[in-house]
């Protein structure tokens, strides 16, 4: 293999590589700012939730108030559902999206009603995470719920399909394995031009030169052209 040869693979195998981990890198980032925008949003969904359930529940201690409130939280948006529990871990409101099967059919309740309330309830300290479904992932806060006086008098769970998730996430990452392709294409036939014309040529013509000298054709003079190490050679 030939100088000019082993130089271009040696710059565009770096260069793919170089590319390959900047694109994973992209991807792994963009997933990661995904679930930032999640946690974000969930943390301003659950504040109103709390509130309004200190109230109806931490102070009226309204069972049937407090289940048409989570009902209707529960109906909105990408919401999967919520459970009110008091403070011995037991359920006292489960909204309708996680019980009624037949209206909800696309709803899967196990991964909410499987969410554990009694760390929160025994730290009074929130927890949030995320658990993957079948179709898309579902996240979570585990909320406490005080009463005026500060009291803990249960928590609740809130659960959030993040329908739109994959959707993004696959999107970004189209596009980012595009634009990584094209600046593999772009650069990698960059290097293969200056490689070719800096160094292959010049490397080719001077020994077709030499070559010819050493057969006595003396009247070949060799033309410095490049004003680098390949010309001052020549000299």
Known sequence: MRLGTKLIVLLVTTLIVTMLV?????????????????????????????????????????????????????????????????NSAKPIAVSVSLTDTQD??????????????????????SIEGYTETRLYPLYYRVEPILSSENKMV???????????????????????ILTTSVLILVLGTLILF?????VSLPIEDLIERIRAAGEGQWEKRIEVRAKNEIGSLAL
């Open 22 to 86: 900047h694109g994973y890198l992209s991807i792994q980032q963009d997933q990661e700012n995904i679930v930032r925008e999640m946690r974000v949003g969930m943390m301003a969904l659950t504040r109103p939730i709390q509130a309004a359930l200190q109230y109806i529940y931490g102070e009226e201690a309204g069972i049937a108030a407090t289940q048409k409130f989570i009902d209707g939280v529960g109906r909105r948006g990408n919401i999967h559902g919520l459970i009110v529990y008091d």
């Open 104 to 125: 909800f059919p696309h709803l899967d309740p196990a991964p909410v009603l499987n969410i554990d309330p009694r760390p929160v309830l025994t730290t009074r300290k």
């Open 154 to 176: 249960g928590a609740f769970v809130l659960g959030r399909r993040g329908v739109g998730y994959n959707l993004t996430l696959e999107v970004r990452r189209n596009r980012i």
């Open 194 to 198: 200056l490689v070719r014309r800096n």
